[in-house]
C-alpha cells in the first residue's frame, strides 16, 4: 500500500490558531461579561433592575367582623422608587413629587442626594398618585423614577376598631392588634412575609360586631368632644362567652396612614392603660366580702359619719349622710364609709385571693398583644388604710378589660370566663380551621352571692340610685356607677381636676346577656360618673338591646313565617355590558372577584373612582376590568 505524504503550509497553520484563539477569547469575554452585567443587576441593591424587581405574589388573609364584614384588606397599589444615577433634575424631580404626594419637596430633595442608586421613595400610593406620576413621566418629567407594583394593606373602615385590627408594615408585616399576633394564620402556609410566593392567607374572623363597635366609636367621639376630655373606652361583651363586641378607645388613629401617628397615639388603650377605678371597683370588693362570709345581707354599717383608721390618721367620707345601710345601700348610694366598714369583716389575705380570683393583678390573656397585668400589691406589703382604700377602688390598677371580664361570673353563676377578640380563623376555601369558643377559667362566686349583687347593682338604676340616669324602657338593668380621683405624683397626692368617670352595666339583670363598661378620663366641667357615663350607657343601651335581641317587657310577639328575604347587593349587574361602578365602596364591589368568567382587579380602598372599561363598554368571556378605589 502507498502513501502519499504532502507537506504543509507552516505559516497558513499559525494563522488558523490565531484566528480560532482571538473568536474564543472574544466569546468567552463576551460572556463573562453578560453574565456580571445579569448578576449585578439581580443581585446588586441600587441597580435599576433591582428597583424593578416584582413585589412577592403572596396574599396576606383578610380580617373580618362576626358577621363578615371586611375590616382588613389587600390591596395592590403602586411604591415610587427611584434610580439617582438617572435623575436629570433633582430639585424639580422632588417639587414634582412633592405636590403629588403633598410632601415637603426638600425632605423628598434630601433622600434623593443622600443615595447615589437606588432609594425607594414613598410605599403604596394612592392609584390617583399613580396616574399623576405616569401622567408626568410620559411627559418626560420624572426621568428615573419608577413605579413598582407592591402589596399594600387597606383597612376600609379606617378609625374603627384601629387598635384591635392594628396594622402592617413594609412586606405586609404585622405590626401591632391581630395583624401581629395572627400573622402567621393570614400568611400563607409555611410562607415568611419576605419570600416569593403565589398562595393565599386565612381569614380571621373577630368576635367584634361592625354595628356595635361603630356605634361605640360615634358615642366615644361625642363624648370626648362634649366633655373635652382626654380620652374615652367603652367596651361591650357578651356575657356568657366573653366574646368581645365592641373595643372603642377615642381618640383613635387610622391604620391606613399609622405612621403619621406617634407610637402612644397607636396603643390600645382599653388594655394598656392603668388606672384606679373608683367606686365601680365596689362591685367586685363587696362580693368578696359576701363570699368570704365576713358579710351578710343583713350587715349594717353606720354611715353617718366618716369612716376612720384605727389610729386616726386615715378618713374616708361620702358625700351625703346615709345613717345605717346594709350591703345592698353600699352598691345603690355608691356609700364609701359602708364599704370601708365591711372591708374590716374580712382578713387581709382572703380578701387579697378574692381580688386575684377576678383577675386583678394578672393579664386577661386576650389574643392582643400591649396588654398589661395590672397593680395588686400582696397582703405583706399593704398598710393599715389598704384594705378600706381597696374596697372604694383605690391602691390598685386595673385596665378596662380587666373590669370587664370581673364582671363575666356575674352572668355565668360565679365563673369567671376568658375574654375574647378572635372567633375563628378560615381557609381560603372556606374551611374553619379553629374555632374559640367559651373559655371558663374558676369559680370565684357561688350562684347565691351573684344573685345578691345582680339584685343590689338593679337597685343602683332605681330612684335614688347613683345608675338612675341610665333609661332602658322595659329592661332591667344591673349597674354600678363610679368617680375616681387619678393620683398626680407631681403634687404626691390626688388632683383636684383630674377625675374618671365610669360605669358598669349588666342587662338584662337578672340573666345578663351583654356586659358594658364605659370610661371617660379626665372630663371637663360635670365629672360625676352617675351624671355623664350613667346616661351614655343607657343611651348605647337603648342601641344595643333591639340590635342584639333582647326584649323589652311591653313588645309584643310576632308570628314569622320564617321566609327571610335579603336585600339586594348594591353592586349592578355586569353581564353584557359594562355599568357605571364610580362611588361604589370597596364591600359592594369585592363580590367580582369571585366571578369564574371575569379577570377582575382591585387597586386601593374607599371607593371606586376609575374604571376599565368605561359604562357602555361590551363585556365577553374572561372581559378584564380594573377597578381604582380611593
Given at each position: ?75 395592590n397599589l403602586d411604591t415610587i ?430 340573666d345578663p346577656q351583654l356586659i ?99 359604562p357602555g363598554t361590551p363585556l ?11
Amino acid at each position: 500500500m502507498a502513501v502519499e505524504f504532502h507537506r504543509s503550509n507552516p505559516k497558513r497553520a499559525r494563522e488558523n490558531r490565531n484566528s480560532r484563539t482571538k473568536i474564543t477569547t472574544f466569546a468567552v469575554i463576551l460572556i463573562w461579561l453578560v453574565l456580571i452585567v445579569q448578576y449585578g443587576n439581580i443581585m446588586i441593591p441600587g441597580t435599576p433592575a433591582a428597583a424593578r424587581s416584582s413585589a412577592p405574589l403572596f396574599e396576606r388573609g383578610p380580617i373580618l367582623d362576626r358577621r363578615g364584614r371586611i375590616l382588613a384588606i389587600q390591596t395592590n397599589l403602586d411604591t415610587i422608587t427611584a434610580w439617582r444615577p438617572h435623575v436629570r433634575d433633582l430639585n424639580e424631580t422632588a417639587r414634582i413629587l412633592g405636590d403629588i404626594l403633598d410632601q415637603d419637596h426638600r425632605l423628598i430633595a434630601e433622600r434623593l442626594v443622600a443615595s447615589p442608586g437606588f432609594v425607594t421613595i414613598e410605599r403604596t400610593i394612592t392609584p390617583s398618585q399613580s396616574r399623576r406620576i405616569r401622567a408626568e413621566l410620559k411627559q418626560g418629567n420624572l426621568r428615573g423614577i419608577h413605579l413598582q407594583p407592591d402589596l399594600g394593606r387597606s383597612y376600609p373602615e379606617g378609625e374603627t376598631a384601629a387598635a384591635v385590627i392594628g396594622y402592617s408594615g413594609v412586606d405586609n408585616v404585622g405590626l401591632a392588634g391581630i395583624e401581629y399576633m395572627f400573622s402567621e394564620h393570614l400568611l400563607p402556609p409555611g410562607l415568611a412575609a419576605d419570600q416569593q410566593g403565589s398562595s393565599m392567607g386565612n381569614q380571621v374572623f373577630l368576635t367584634l360586631d361592625l354595628a356595635i363597635q361603630t356605634a361605640a366609636d360615634d358615642l366615644g367621639k361625642r363624648l370626648l368632644s362634649d366633655h373635652q376630655a382626654d380620652a374615652v373606652m367603652i367596651l361591650v361583651a357578651e356575657a356568657k362567652t366573653g366574646a368581645l363586641l365592641a373595643m372603642s378607645s377615642q381618640p383613635s388613629f387610622n391604620p391606613n396612614t399609622f405612621h403619621s401617628y406617634s407610637r402612644e397615639a397607636r396603643k390600645n388603650p382599653a388594655i394598656s392603660r392603668i388606672y384606679e377605678p373608683g367606686s365601680v371597683f365596689k362591685v367586685y370588693s363587696m362580693a368578696s366580702f359576701l363570699e368570704l362570709g365576713g358579710i351578710t345581707p343583713e350587715s349594717r354599717f353606720d354611715a353617718s359619719r366618716a369612716y376612720s383608721t384605727r389610729d386616726g390618721g386615715f378618713r374616708i367620707t361620702d358625700i351625703a349622710s346615709y345613717g345605717m345601710i346594709g350591703p345592698r345601700e353600699v352598691i345603690q348610694y355608691s356609700s364609701n364609709v359602708g364599704a370601708a366598714f365591711a372591708s374590716e369583716a374580712v382578713e387581709e389575705g382572703p380578701f387579697y385571693t378574692m381580688l386575684s380570683a377576678f383577675g386583678f393583678g394578672s393579664p386577661t390573656r386576650v389574643e392582643l398583644n400591649g396588654e398589661e397585668r395590672g397593680l395588686l400589691a400582696p397582703p405583706d406589703r399593704w398598710s393599715g388604710r389598704s384594705k378600706p382604700t381597696l374596697a372604694i377602688g383605690q391602691e390598685v390598677g386595673v385596665t378596662a378589660l380587666q373590669m370587664v371580664t370581673a364582671a363575666t361570673p356575674l352572668a355565668n353563676e360565679g365563673i369567671l370566663l376568658r375574654p375574647r377578640i378572635v372567633d375563628r380563623i378560615v381557609s381560603p376555601s372556606g374551611e374553619v380551621i379553629q374555632r374559640f369558643g367559651r373559655d371558663p377559667i374558676r369559680q370565684v362566686l357561688s350562684p347565691a352571692t351573684v344573685d345578691l349583687m345582680l339584685s343590689y347593682m338593679e337597685s343602683a338604676t332605681s330612684p335614688g340610685g347613683t345608675a338612675r340616669r341610665i333609661r332602658l324602657e322595659g329592661v332591667s338593668v344591673a349597674a354600678k356607677t363610679g368617680t375616681a380621683e387619678v393620683f398626680d405624683p407631681r403634687q404626691g397626692g390626688y388632683s383636684d381636676t383630674h377625675f374618671l368617670a365610669s360605669t358598669l352595666a349588666l342587662v338584662p339583670a337578672r340573666d345578663p346577656q351583654l356586659i358594658v363598661y364605659l370610661v371617660i378620663d379626665h372630663p371637663r366641667g360635670e365629672y360625676l360618673g352617675g351624671r355623664i357615663a350613667a346616661p351614655a350607657v343607657g343611651e348605647l343601651l337603648n342601641f344595643l338591646a333591639p340590635y342584639y335581641g333582647i326584649p323589652r317587657e311591653n313588645d309584643t310577639p310576632l308570628d314569622h313565617s320564617g321566609r327571610i328575604v335579603i336585600r339586594p347587593n348594591p353592586l349592578p349587574e355586569v353581564r353584557d355590558t359594562m355599568p357605571d361602578l364610580s362611588g361604589l365602596p370597596l364591600r359592594s364591589v369585592l363580590p367580582l372577584l369571585g366571578r369564574d368568567d371575569l379577570v377582575v382587579t382591585i387597586d386601593g380602598s374607599g371607593y371606586v373612582v376609575g374604571q376599565r372599561p368605561p359604562p357602555g363598554t361590551p363585556l365577553g368571556e374572561g372581559a378584564e376590568i380594573t377597578l381604582e378605589l380611593e
